[in-house]
């Protein structure tokens, strides 16, 4: 029998991933996924997608990833098993996409005084679609003004870098308290992205009901860290590779996955 896989964070072209979320249902089955989650930043359009259902291959539960501030720092929040049709989920969604609209505007700004001038024909999104700075960054490409992708976040997008705007923020408390009344479970994305330790202690405080402790390229080492934080803290452990397509050609959809035992305790959970 095949080892049972769910991989629960992956990007679709509703955000900053390249491939739509049919095409990542047909990928997930094809490389045998049993589990998954598509956790778009800011929106939940790909579960409008009539191709987004949970079949007998592959059991699907509703994801988002929500950008939120805590003490200034940028963090990302994982919902789970929510109602994508819940209003405050919805509601939610639109002010970050008004959010994202004002904030590329800045960046463009910044851009320009830069001399690096883009248009957002050329930044090249259809309304509706949420904008980040992976789109900015695959124009600058286009236009000649950097190599990369990589580039152009090490050396303008990334955050503290000189083309940086980091827009209007939404707590990490609010935030979890939408997923909650919306059905859903909150968990710390990758924890092992975020480099200052209070930052993790004050997460650890708010109403988390779980973390992501199985993570991208990271290996088991790595991972150890926080498998041991979550048994210490009674969270719910929760895994994914943070597959974005081309975008981030390094990482495979099905890098990191969690078990069937693993997965099932998320699933009661919501
Ligand atoms: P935004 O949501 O607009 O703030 O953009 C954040 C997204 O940019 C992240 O979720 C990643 O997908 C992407 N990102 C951040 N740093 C890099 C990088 N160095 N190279 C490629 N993509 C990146
Ligand atoms: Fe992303
Ligand atoms: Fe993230
Ligand atoms: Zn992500």
Redesign the pocket.
């Given at each position: 029998m095949r080892e049972f896989k769910a991989d629960l964070h992956c990007?679709s072209n509703c955000?900053?991933g390249t491939l739509s979320p049919s095409e990542i249902i047909q990928l997930a089955k094809s490389i045998g996924l049993q589990g998954l989650s598509i956790t778009d930043?800011?929106t939940v359009a790909a579960y409008n997608d009539p191709a987004v259902v949970s079949s007998e291959e592959l059991t699907i539960i509703t994801g988002v990833?929500f950008?939120c501030s805590v003490n200034g720092e940028?963090i990302?929040v994982l919902g789970y098993g929510f109602d994508p049709k819940h209003p405050m989920i919805l509601d939610l969604c639109s002010r970050h996409t008004l959010r994202?609209k004002e904030?590329n505007m800045e960046i463009l700004e910044l851009l320009k005084k830069h001399e690096m001038p883009l248009t957002l024909e050329d930044v090249g999104r259809e309304e509706g679609y949420?904008?980040?700075?992976?789109?900015?960054?695959l124009a600058m490409v286009r236009k000649g003004y950097v190599p990369s992708?990589?580039v152009?976040?090490?050396k303008y997008?990334?955050e503290g870098c000189s083309c940086y705007a980091p827009?209007k923020t939404f707590s990490v408390e609010t935030t979890l308290d939408i997923i909650h009344i919306a059905g859903g479970i909150g968990v710390i994305a990758h924890p092992h992205l975020i480099k200052k330790g209070p930052i993790i202690s004050r997460l650890l405080e708010l109403e988390f009901d779980g973390i992501e402790c199985i993570y991208g390229n990271f290996t088991s080492k790595d991972n150890a860290r926080w498998l041991k934080i979550a048994a210490h803290k009674e969270l719910l452990v929760t895994g994914g590779s943070?597959f974005?397509g081309e975008?981030?050609p390094a990482i495979a959809l099905g890098a990191s996955y969690i078990d069937k035992a693993t997965f099932d305790k998320i699933l009661e959970a919501t």
């Open positions: 990007h955000s900053d930043h800011d990833e950008s940028s990302h994202r904030r949420n904008v980040g700075r992976p789109h900015i960054a992708v990589q152009a976040f090490k997008l990334g827009g943070d974005h975008v981030k």
